[in-house]
């Protein structure tokens, strides 16, 4: 464990442990919602997407949580530009219908 490690001052171990809880990461869908989350903040806070870079950032939501995988800026892009095209389509599909 990580305390026998440190006890023993074994280095190599302490460093394979700590990579091995940065690998972890969450099931698809508690990412997804976590995602989701991130970008509802940026939009809401009207941030640049550059943020989810800043390693303050990231420092402040691994601290909530250390296994979620902050996105980067271009993720956010085309996840942000893909929800406003399918907001469009919906809404002139709605139009359509009421003619």
Excluded: W
């Excluded at 972890?24 to 943020?51: A, R, W």
């Excluded at 989810?52 to 892009?77: A, H, Q, R, W």
């Amino acid at each position: 464990s990580y305390l026998e490690a440190l006890q023993k001052g074994d280095h190599n171990l302490i460093s394979s442990i700590i990579e091995e809880e940065n690998s972890k990461s969450h099931p698809y869908s508690k990412q997804e919602s976590l995602t989701k989350n991130v970008i509802g903040f940026v939009i809401g806070t009207v941030q640049t997407l550059s943020i989810v870079e800043n390693k303050d950032f990231i420092k402040m939501i691994n601290g909530f949580d250390l296994y979620y995988k902050v996105p980067c800026s271009k993720t956010l892009k085309d996840r942000i530009s893909s929800a406003y095209e399918a907001g469009i389509d919906k809404v002139k599909n709605q139009l359509l219908q009421l003619e």
